[in-house]
């Protein structure tokens, strides 16, 4: 049940606080909330409820704020919940009325907020975010008849969200999948027990040796591998065949928990890949499964320097007026050409009209690509398909470094995610969490964006009103007390 309240609309100034005070208008977080609509999409977060039935649900405000807080932080969930409990800012943040040292929520409940809020409703509060954002600044002019009809510059590129798995091996997996069909044979032989003279074999003392005899080689020859992948199958397929048979005697499946049924069938399918792949001497196949736990994560075949492949999910997004957004997610790998005339038409309805050139590297530049965006005026960066000319002016190569500069800021953004944010290492370990988590990254970077924005108009006009101009570079020593000749900090300048 979902309980719309008024908590949402308080004011900085009405948020109540001990020993008095208010808080800083001037504050992060006061800023941030000021620019994320959310009474816009409370309906549709609501109407995941139901209006009688169940417990009253947490705000729509309160859940987002949370998911927000933890990636802006960089922190798990439970020490959200205390920096939350900590911080009278984080609460307002949240849409309480007043400071209390009570926890709002328990640390577990993050993981419904990252349920209930999908991938989709987290673009489209990016979407309308960044184009307040962009109403605000003074950047934004007013169209004037004599614009061209089309304008801005869109930059296209894609990059994979690596999960937090393991880096698989066809043994590794054969050996966990081998270990979790053990402890299920146990389960089972509890419930049946009194019908059996014996416990079944699973020879898991001498399956865990032959394990180790090639794992704990640094470099084991292929042979050697391949033999130790032939025991761990046999193993497996023994192992299933006693679960069948427990089975049949009376053991009860339902009895298992869901973890445990979802991992048995999981390894049924590790099994038949695996064995496919032994027997056609193949080291790839379709829906490849990498990890135990996290059956969705595929891999990812990347063509950067030591990293050829990735495990985790495939983005592409679109960059333009220095904020971001998640276009298209998935964990399948695919050609990001295809999504090129999405994007700029998702562009054209986002903006009003198509973008003067598109940046992007060398897999979008195909021949339909270029025709398609030649019918519409947009101009594509990079050199043309075919030969090279033999002599190349020096206006073409000067556009063709600036397009390459423009292009390289969607990288940037990228190793911000990766590097500032939990782009490079998602946390999450189911497939729909992760993927929501993956669309906070990308509206907490646009929120950063026009934070620092705001910091660089206040430095400017800081400096600007300093008793020392450019000309008077001078002053500029004697105001910050430093000797120029000598460059040594000397306090009786000052005097």
């Known amino acids: 049940m979902y309980r719309k309240e008024e908590q949402s609309q308080v004011l900085s100034e009405n948020f109540e606080l001990p ?156 050996n966990q999948a081998r270990k979790h069909t053990e402890k299920i044979i146990d389960f089972l032989y509890e419930q049946v027990k009194n019908q059996l003279d014996k416990k079944p074999r699973t020879y898991r003392k001498l399956a865990r040796k032959n394990y180790l005899k090639v794992a704990k080689k640094r470099r084991p020859f292929q042979k050697e591998r391949r033999k130790a992948v032939k025991k761990q199958l046999q193993y497996i397929k023994r192992n299933i065949s006693h679960i069948k048979q427990l089975v049949y005697i009376g053991a009860n499946l339902s009895k298992l928990s869901i973890r445990q049924y979802k991992i048995l069938l999981v390894i049924s399918e590790i099994y038949r890949q695996q064995l496919w792949l032994y027997e056609n001497k193949k080291k790839s196949i379709d829906n490849r499964i990498v990890s135990l736990n996290q059956p969705h994560v595929r891999p990812i075949l990347r063509g950067k320097a030591g990293k050829t492949v990735e495990f985790g999910a495939k983005l592409s997004a679109s960059y333009f007026d220095g904020y971001i957004f998640l276009d298209r997610i998935s964990w399948n790998n695919f050609n990001e050409s295809t999504d090129l005339k999405i994007q700029i038409e998702s562009f054209k309805k986002y903006t009003g009209y198509y973008p003067e050139s598109v940046h992007i590297d060398k897999i979008y530049r195909t021949q339909k690509n270029r025709a398609w965006c030649k019918e519409r005026g947009i101009r594509i960066s990079g050199p043309p398909l075919g030969r090279p000319p033999a002599n190349i002016s020096k206006e073409k190569k000067k556009q063709a470094a600036h397009d390459e500069k423009i292009r390289s800021s969607i990288e940037g953004k990228f190793g911000q995610g990766k590097r500032r944010f939990s782009l490079n290492c998602v946390m999450t370990k189911l497939s729909h969490t992760s993927k929501t988590a993956i669309a906070i990254t990308f509206l907490v970077m646009n929120l950063s964006t026009y934070i620092s924005r705001l910091l660089r108009a206040f430095l400017c006009l800081f400096f600007r009103n300093l008793p020392f101009s450019r000309p008077g570079i001078k002053n500029y020593y004697s105001f910050f007390g430093f000797n120029k000749q000598k460059l040594i900090f000397s306090p009786s300048l000052n005097n």
């Not at 409990?85 to 993981?111: C, H, R, W």
């Open 19 to 174: 020993f008095e005070g208010k808080l800083s208008e001037d504050n992060r977080w006061v800023i941030m909330a000021s620019l994320i609509p959310w009474l816009e999409f409370e309906d549709e977060y609501a109407s995941i409820f139901s209006e009688e039935v169940g417990a009253p649900a947490k705000s729509f405000r309160m859940a987002l704020g949370a998911l927000i807080i933890k990636e802006k932080l960089g922190i798990s969930d439970r020490e959200t919940v205390e920096q939350i409990k900590e911080n009278p800012y984080l609460q307002y943040f949240i849409g309480m009325s007043s400071y209390s040292q009570d926890t709002p929520f328990d640390a577990s409940m993050l993981v419904h907020f990252r349920q209930r809020i999908g991938v989709e409703l987290v673009n489209k509060i990016n979407q309308t975010m960044v184009k307040k954002m962009l109403e605000d600044s003074s950047t934004n002019k007013k169209k004037e008849l004599n614009e061209p009809t089309n304008r801005g510059k869109l930059i296209l590129d894609a990059t994979c969200a690596p999960s937090d798995i393991s880096y698989p091996t066809d043994l590794g997996l054969l």
